[in-house]
């Protein structure tokens, strides 16, 4: 019995072939028929147990191959799965890239259309700006011709109003009588009877002006008394001025020269200047047409217009101190007039 069991055993064993787990076991041997049978029990005890422990061993390998195919299966699929997303974000970059480089496009070939337009505009001001510039420059001699031309105008008015007389503050319907040329020779019988007596003074012309009548107006229309010569104008006005107060049947009037209104205007602006001169003696004058003229420091001088005037008085600070106040009100005035303008 004991040798039957030893050949059945020997007869399972005989299929099984051991591999060693590692290199340190013992190295597989192959074992036959008969040398089973020699075997003693212990030994076959001791091939059972390395043969188990192999067994084991093989299912541990087999396990572990089994968990290390898993895990390179789900690197696979995490990897597959990666380059898809790694595609995917490639084609939606690639998407991307071509939508930005079309809008690039885009945006460089509405700059180059803005750049040719802005060309284009610049030529177009430039351009204007050139006309506008020819323009200023013509209206400039325009303003200059016209400012010449009311000069001229002003000049022949002055040559033909130069040997005219003006006379204020005679009340209207006085002439009825006698008429104007007949008023005017009672004014120089009461105030001048040297000069009424003088067969050359001869009245050429004599009217009001303006020569309608507005009954509105408060003060009574001015009498120019155009006479023959303009020696006998100045002769005339010489005595006014020595006599200061003339006078028509006893009422106080006034006699000037007859200017054209541009120049009116520029001698009353010279008013408030010789006001201030006359107070401190300089002797000013308003000579003809509308010059002032008066004593500094022992000289005559006289003045066109203000501007050389203010440009005298820098150079005397006696004088500067003396019309500082009525320069500068009409340097204000002359400001606000231009801030109205």
């Not at 009877?193 to 009548?213: C, Y």
């Not at 066109?304 to 006696?318: D, M």
Request: one cysteine or more; aromatic letters at 4%.
């Amino acid at each position: 019995m004991p040798n039957n069991k030893r050949k059945n055993q020997g007869n399972k064993n005989k299929e099984v072939t051991m591999t060693p787990s590692n290199e340190k076991d013992t190295p597989i041997q192959d074992y036959e028929d008969d040398d089973i049978e020699e075997m003693q029990e212990a030994d076959l005890k001791k091939l059972i147990r390395t043969l188990r422990s192999s067994q084991k061993q093989i299912l541990e390998l087999h396990k572990a191959l089994m968990d290390k195919i898993e895990n390179l299966s789900r690197e696979n699929e995490i990897l597959r799965r990666n380059q898809n997303e790694t595609k995917q974000l490639v084609q939606q970059e690639t998407v991307i890239v071509t939508e930005v480089k079309n809008s690039i496009d885009q945006m460089k070939n509405t700059i180059e259309s803005l750049t040719n337009r802005m060309g284009e505009a610049e030529e177009r001001i430039s351009d204007l700006e050139e006309r506008e510039q020819e323009r200023i420059q013509s209206d400039q001699r325009k303003e200059e011709e016209i400012r010449n031309l009311k000069h001229i105008v002003r000049n022949l008015q002055d040559t033909i109003k130069k040997p005219n007389i003006r006379v204020l503050g005679v009340p209207e319907g006085m002439e009825r009588e006698n008429g104007l040329e007949g008023l005017f020779s009672e004014i120089l019988a009461e105030n001048f009877p040297g000069l009424e007596k003088d067969r050359e003074i001869l009245v050429q012309e004599a009217h009001r002006t303006p020569n309608k009548h507005d009954q509105k107006r408060s003060s009574p229309r001015h009498v120019v008394i155009k006479l023959s010569t303009v020696k006998h104008k100045e002769k005339i006005l010489k005595c006014a001025r020595e006599k200061r107060q003339i006078t028509f049947r006893g009422s106080p009037i006034r006699l000037t020269a007859d200017f054209s209104s541009e120049t009116l205007q520029a001698r009353r602006e010279w008013r408030d200047i010789a006001q201030v001169l006359r107070e401190k003696n300089c002797q000013p004058r308003i000579l003809y047409p509308a010059k002032l003229s008066f004593v500094n420091e022992g000289e005559i001088k006289t003045f066109h217009n203000k501007q050389k005037l203010k440009e005298f008085v820098t150079t005397r600070p006696a004088l500067q101190q003396m019309l500082k106040d009525v320069l500068h009100t009409e340097t204000q005035k002359h400001g606000h007039q231009y801030e109205r303008r």
